[in-house]
């Protein structure tokens, strides 16, 4: 432009109106950025605590594999059954110490 002249009013309006949508954009772009990062780190969340619970759940089924593997066998069972619900031998008396 050269000194001494004058922007024209359709100038200004086509400038304003460039720059409002430039920043609508850019508007859009970063709340669109927002919604997929709070989205990532609601998903790295929740798969950090299904780590924890399948860890939970493998230990507890390893135990539980024990277990019914003791189960197979009848000295065990007898013994549980004894200690668990006070059965007894023929003969035998029971005596209960509470701690």
Do not use: C, H
């Amino acid at each position: 432009m050269k000194k001494g002249s004058r922007v024209s009013k359709k100038a200004k309006r086509r400038m304003f109106l460039a720059t409002t949508l430039l920043f609508g954009i850019i508007g859009v772009l970063f709340v669109s950025l927002y919604g997929y990062w709070t989205q990532i780190y609601s998903n790295v969340k929740q798969t950090n605590k299904l780590k924890v619970e399948y860890k939970e759940l493998s230990k507890k089924q390893t135990q539980l594999k024990a277990d019914a593997t003791k189960l197979q066998d009848p000295d065990y069972i007898a013994r549980y059954a004894r200690e668990t619900y006070l059965y007894s031998k023929d003969g035998e008396k029971i005596i209960r110490i509470v701690e």
